[in-house]
Each structure stands twice: as C-alpha cells, then as structure tokens.
C-alpha cells in the first residue's frame, strides 16, 4: 500500500512539476509586455496545425493580424517562444547590419552521433563561419557555369522522358502527367551528376535506390515526434543522442561518399564536381570523410527539394495562365535563334522574362515558410523597450511578408512583372526573401535558379502545358515534408507544341 501512495505522489508531484513549467513558459511574453496571443496548453499557437491550417496559413493570419501595430510579437510553435519579426527594416538589421549576433540558426543536430546532420545549414557559430568560408570558392561563377553542360544535358533527358510519357497508349488528356515526381527525377539527376559525378538515372527508372532514399530524408512523417523533441528540447535530445536523420539515410550517404572518394583516388579521377571539391578541402586537412559528407548530403537533399519545388509550381502557374507561358515561350524561341539554336549558359542569361517567372514563383510559392535565426547575445530592438533576451529564437516570416498586399497588391496573383527591375527598385530591399539575405543567404542560389531555368527552358520549348481535370486548384499543401510541396502531386496536360501549332492553323 505504502508503494501505492509512493507512486501516486510521484505522479501526482510529476503532472504539477509540468504543470508548472509549461505555465512558467506561456507567460514569458505576458510577463515582458510583447504583444501575442494567447497560447493553447498543448499547441501553443498552432492548435490548427495539420487539422485545418498549414503552417503557412497560421503565420500569414498572425502576420495579418498584428503588422503595422508593433516590429515583433511572440509566438509558441508547441512549447517552443519564437518571436516573429514583423517590421522590414529590423529584419533587414538582422540579416545584414546586426548580423554577428544572429549567425546561428538555432537547428538541432547531434555532430556526436548523427554526423552527415551536421551540414553548412544546421552549423551554427564559428563552425558556420569556418566551413562556410571552405565552401563559398566552391560555388563562385566560373565554377556554377561550367556545371552548366552537365544540367542542360540532364533537361533534355527530362525532354525526351516525357515525350515519351505523352505518346504512351496509357496517357490520357483527362488526367495528364503527373509533373511533381517527375520534375523530382529530374533535380535527383542533374545533382546526382554535378555533386557526385554519377548517374543516378531516376528520370529512366523511377524506382531506383536514389529515388527512393531522397524521398525518405525529405519526408518527417515518420520521424516526426524525434524531431518536434529535438528542436523543443535540444540539450534533453543531445544527452539522449538523439538523431533527426534516419539510419538508413544516414547510411547511404556515408557509404556513397567513401565509396566514391576510395575509387577516385585509388584510379587517380578527377571529375570537375562538388564531391572533387570537397576531396581537395580534405586533402589540404580542413575536412574530414564526415564533413564532406554532411556538405554533400545537404547539396543533394537541399539543392533538390527547392530546385523541385521551384520548377513543378513555375509549371502549375504557367497551365493556369496561358498568356504569360506563351510570352516566356516566345522569349525563348527569341534567345536561342540569337544563339544559334543552342541553349548556353549566356543564352540562359539573357531570358529575363523567364528568369522574373521563377522570382514570382519562389514569391507565391515560397520553399521554406521562415527563415530561422537565434541571437548569440541579449538584443536591444532599436526605437523600442523590447529586448530580444539571448538565445531566443527569432522569425522572418518569408511566407507571409510574400503575401502582404502593401508590397504584392493581389498577391494570390500571379504576376511574374512584380520582378522587372524597376518594380524591384520600388519595394523594401527585405521584401523578397525567398533565398534569404546577408552572409547567411543560400550559398546555392545561383546553382539552384540554373537547375529550374534549364529545365524550364527546354520544357517550354518542346511541350505546351495545361490543366487537367485532376489538377487541384486552388493548391493544398503538403504537411509532411521538409519544404513545400504540393498534397496530392501536380497534374498538367501536355502537348507537343509544333503539332498544336500544325493542328490550329
């Protein structure tokens, strides 16, 4: 009996500990006078997350609601205080003027046991700064550019997969193609081949080990518990080793880069991509087998989700909006015939038009819906009382500012003349921020826009794009993937445009 009473007490005791704690921690704004809204005892303020609402959806309400009132407000995601930032200038402080108090990101990852997590995305601090000074040489113009090749001949693989997916007896003009895994077979190419020099051959065989394993790092819902832990409770997760990287991507990733290295200098190789890169780095001693890995597992999955995402919703909008695929298309037509036909990495500069579609596709449809940073020390909001106490997480809510009609007008418009250069040179320099701003933007980016345009490119060169009957309009969002994507995949009809041509005359 006595034991009995010894574990009730101790349940009991438990529960009010909790009690307390997660009381102490929903106050923590009240008791500092910042503006927020009142958090549920489980959710915080995301009780309609995954029932109702996106994340996305969430933020631009919260946006909505306080803009134009204060320059920050609190915000739980779960148990986790996060303020989100709200005025254009101090988000431009952050990233830019202040930024040596904002450098870390505040991401979990375990370098201990779950090395390949410890990427240039998640590192924060000094080992930011040393292993993004190793990397930025790597992805300087004349090394971007002579990748170029190698992307365009992975395009006109994609060109021929689907032709030969329209004139298959199976296809049908009702349901069309489904654009989304395939524009993902592509990006899994094109950086199968320039980070690690292989042919991954997804765009041929959707089925491949390649395929199946990007599908698996990109995709929480699995792992979803272990990661919501180890971002709310990192010190709780580090001393319980936990990993937000599953064994068997982990695995993969590290048996493919020693692998590739071991032969590479066992035969002598010598490839002109990232993974070469890398192995120089190591040579002189400023990376080991690990970090190469990490660095390279981060260029896969990263530069494929939003290379993926960004292509498959340019295709969405452009079925949805015939007079703005045909301008794009007439442009191209325009650029190759001044090239003698060829698409080159100066003809692909000189397709502005297309270059302002992918900008408001990466504005509508923003990869990521925030960009995370954290502060390394207490941080005095300028021309407020606000203090932003170390360690806090802090929000640019990249969605939502997207979508705010004072800097889009009608933003659920798909308007690619928002990004000519003037109508850039009127907005707020913080007004776009789809590949984020200062020392820690994407270092990527470039390479990224290369891969959609390319493929962009050549797709509407060769097909035109339409919606179907299947095609969901308007778009629902996936809740289960690291970036955005689609909820139930993106179908568009497909025509050959010089038969549609001959067809129509």
Known sequence: MALLEILVCFICGSILLI???????????????????????????????????????????YYAKYKGTEKIFGFFLYFQKVVVILDLDLIKDICVKDFGNFTSRGNYYNKKDDPVAAHLFNLDGVDWRKMRTKLTPTFSSGKIKSTFPTIVDVANTLVEVLGDMQNSPLYDTDVGIEIEDLISHYTTDVIGSVAFGLDC????????????????????????????????????????????????????????????VTFREQTGTQRN??????????????????????????????????????????????ALNQDIQNKARSEINEVLSAHKGVLTYEAMADMKYLLQIMYETTRKHAPTVFIARQTAEDYFVPNTDYVIEKGMTVLLPVDAIHHDPDLYPNPKLFDPERFTAAEIQKRHPMAYLAFGRGPRNCIGSRFGKMIVLAGLCLLLKNFKFSATKKTQIPINFSMFTLLRASEEGVNSWIFNKESHTAKNR
Not at 206 to 230: C, G, Y
Not at 293 to 302: G, I, P, R
Request: aromatic share 14%.
């Open 19 to 61: 009690y307390w704690i997660l009381s102490k921690q929903f106050s923590y704004f009240r008791e500092r006078g910042i503006l927020h809204d009142k958090p549920n005892f489980i959710f915080g303020n995301i009780k309609e997350y995954k029932r109702t609402k996106n994340i996305y959806q969430i933020l631009q309400e």
């Open 201 to 260: 051959g997804t765009l041929k065989d959707p089925n491949s080990t390649f395929s199946d394993i990007i599908k698996k790092a990109l995709n929480f819902r699995h792992n979803m518990i272990t990661v919501l832990l180890a971002y709310i409770f990192p010190k709780v997760a580090r001393k319980l080793r936990l990993k937000t990287l599953t064994g068997e991507v982990s695995k993969f990733f590290l048996n493919l880069v020693r692998q590739t």
């Open 273 to 318: 991509d990232f993974l070469n890169l890398l192995m120089e780095l190591r040579k002189s001693g400023d990376l080991t087998m690990e970090e190469i890995t990490a660095q390279a597992y981060v260029f896969f999955v990263a530069g494929h989700d939003t290379g993926s995402s960004t292509l498959t919703f340019c295709l969405y909008e452009l």
